[in-house]
Protein backbone atom coordinates (compact mmCIF):
# COMPACT_ATOMS: atom_id res chain seq x y z
CA UNK A 1 0.00 0.00 0.00
CA UNK A 2 1.27 3.52 -1.16
CA UNK A 3 0.33 5.77 1.45
CA UNK A 4 1.25 9.78 0.28
CA UNK A 5 1.14 10.91 4.53
CA UNK A 6 4.59 11.11 5.13
CA UNK A 7 3.62 11.20 8.91
CA UNK A 8 1.80 7.36 8.61
CA UNK A 9 3.39 4.95 10.68
CA UNK A 10 3.30 1.84 8.50
CA UNK A 11 2.57 -0.57 11.64
CA UNK A 12 -0.76 1.34 12.40
CA UNK A 13 -3.86 -0.28 10.84
CA UNK A 14 -6.61 2.52 9.91
CA UNK A 15 -10.27 1.96 9.61
CA UNK A 16 -10.20 2.09 6.20
CA UNK A 17 -7.52 -1.11 6.24
CA UNK A 18 -9.14 -3.20 8.56
CA UNK A 19 -12.37 -2.67 6.51
CA UNK A 20 -10.72 -3.28 3.15
CA UNK A 21 -8.57 -6.66 4.77
CA UNK A 22 -12.75 -7.91 5.94
CA UNK A 23 -14.47 -7.21 2.43
CA UNK A 24 -11.44 -9.10 0.88
CA UNK A 25 -12.60 -12.10 2.60
CA UNK A 26 -14.55 -14.40 0.85
CA UNK A 27 -16.28 -15.88 3.99
CA UNK A 28 -17.28 -12.43 5.40
CA UNK A 29 -18.94 -11.78 1.46
CA UNK A 30 -20.80 -14.92 1.37
CA UNK A 31 -22.28 -14.42 4.98
CA UNK A 32 -23.09 -10.74 4.00
CA UNK A 33 -24.74 -11.87 0.68
CA UNK A 34 -26.67 -14.62 2.31
CA UNK A 35 -27.74 -11.76 4.89
CA UNK A 36 -29.49 -9.78 2.53
CA UNK A 37 -30.82 -12.92 0.16
CA UNK A 38 -32.61 -13.57 3.93
CA UNK A 39 -33.90 -10.16 4.07
CA UNK A 40 -35.26 -10.29 0.44
CA UNK A 41 -36.82 -13.95 1.46
CA UNK A 42 -38.39 -12.36 4.89
CA UNK A 43 -39.95 -9.51 2.86
CA UNK A 44 -41.44 -11.21 -0.16
CA UNK A 45 -42.95 -13.94 2.36
CA UNK A 46 -44.19 -11.11 4.35
CA UNK A 47 -45.55 -9.68 1.44
CA UNK A 48 -47.55 -12.93 0.02
CA UNK A 49 -49.14 -13.26 3.76
CA UNK A 50 -50.52 -9.66 3.27
CA UNK A 51 -51.66 -9.92 -0.52
CA UNK A 52 -53.19 -13.51 0.25
CA UNK A 53 -54.82 -13.28 3.80
CA UNK A 54 -56.04 -9.93 3.69
CA UNK A 55 -53.91 -8.44 6.05
Not at 23 to 41: C, D, P, Q
Amino acid sequence: MNDSRPDRNPDEETVEDRLARLVRGGRTNAIAAWAMVAVLVGVFVESWEARHTGG
